[in-house]
């Protein structure tokens, strides 16, 4: 579905943003991406339709060179959450705003009803239609600009730090949105530093430094490499730096939830 082929991207203040990055996401995947502050993270998302184009080698999306096409087309297919979800909004509804791409891609009325009713439904946002959308909290704000991609329905959904500013049950909905999503055979692209929410949803993580993959492999393993996250400015999730420490104590429970590890130390100390 994406393919990086040596990415090197250079802002136009001379900055090296990426350096030879090489990627391949199939259709169906979840992927995190993962890595310090400015590790090239949202710059790598942003090639994703085009808004960066590759400075040197080139990025396929379902076979077609970004450089060869329009953002409005790759749109279609790769929906981006900004980082910043006010930069997504400047409708004065918050009806408008989700309506917006759907009248640009030239659905018919009644399909745009339907689609932003549904998306205003799913996101908990109903009873804000009316509301301008720069009056919503934080949260709200990062809920909304889910919606109004979700509401097109894009083969690939990108997000970016979706967990900043979301309480812990909100947090939680978003776990199901994007498993329901990628049930329905989305392919889902997260940007995060929350590695208690990625742990969660244990999806393949690419990790990010300096403009670099420097790991690429399932959760299980990238999250239990603690030296090579604490190279990337990541603290491992809470569990695995349990479990690592009585690991070096010698009490390392085979497997490693908080029952399992509650159980064996509740035996130890009978
Ligand atoms: N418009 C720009 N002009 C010049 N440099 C930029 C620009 N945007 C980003 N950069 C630089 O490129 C690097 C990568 O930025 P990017 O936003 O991709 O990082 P990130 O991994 O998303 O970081 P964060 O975790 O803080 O969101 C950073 O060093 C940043 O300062
Ligand atoms: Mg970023």
Redesign the pocket.
Same mark, same amino acid.
């Given at each position: 579905m994406i393919v990086f082929e040596n990415v090197e991207y250079v802002?136009?203040?001379g900055?090296k943003?990426l350096r030879g990055v090489n990627l391949e996401i199939e259709s169906g995947e979840i992927v995190a991406l993962m890595? #310090?502050?400015?590790?090239?993270?949202?710059?790598?998302l942003k090639h994703l339709n085009g808004l960066l184009k590759p400075f040197s080698g080139r990025v396929l999306v379902d076979g077609v060179d970004t450089r060869r096409t329009t953002v409005a087309s790759l749109s279609r297919k790769v929906g981006i959450v900004f980082?910043n979800a006010e930069e997504m909004f400047f409708s004065p509804t918050i009806y408008e705003e989700i309506a917006f791409a759907l009248n640009n891609f030239r659905y018919p009325e009644d399909v745009i009803q339907k689609r932003v009713g549904w998306a205003l439904k799913f996101m908990e946002l109903e009873e804000y239609r009316d509301k301008s959308p720069f009056l919503l909290s934080g949260g709200e704000k990062k809920r909304l600009a889910l919606a109004i991609i979700l509401a097109w329905s894009p083969e690939v959904v990108a997000l970016d #730090?979706p967990t900043v500013g979301q309480d812990i049950l909100q947090k939680e909905k978003m776990i199901q949105i994007i498993r329901q999503a990628n049930q329905q055979g989305k392919t889902i692209i997260i940007?995060s530093?929350d590695v208690e929410f990625i742990a969660d949803i244990k999806p393949r993580i690419i990790l990010?430094s300096k403009g670099r993959i420097v790991k690429d492999g399932p959760a299980e393993e990238v999250l239990t490499d603690i030296p090579l996250l604490q190279e990337c400015s990541l603290l491992p999730p809470q569990i695995v730096s349990l479990t690592s420490r009585l690991d070096f104590l010698g009490i390392r429970p085979k497997l490693a939830g908080p029952e399992e590890i509650a159980v064996e130390i509740a035996r130890r100390l009978k």
């Open positions: 802002y136009p203040n900055f943003a890595g #310090e502050n400015g590790a090239g993270k949202t710059t790598l980082q #730090e940007s530093h990010m």
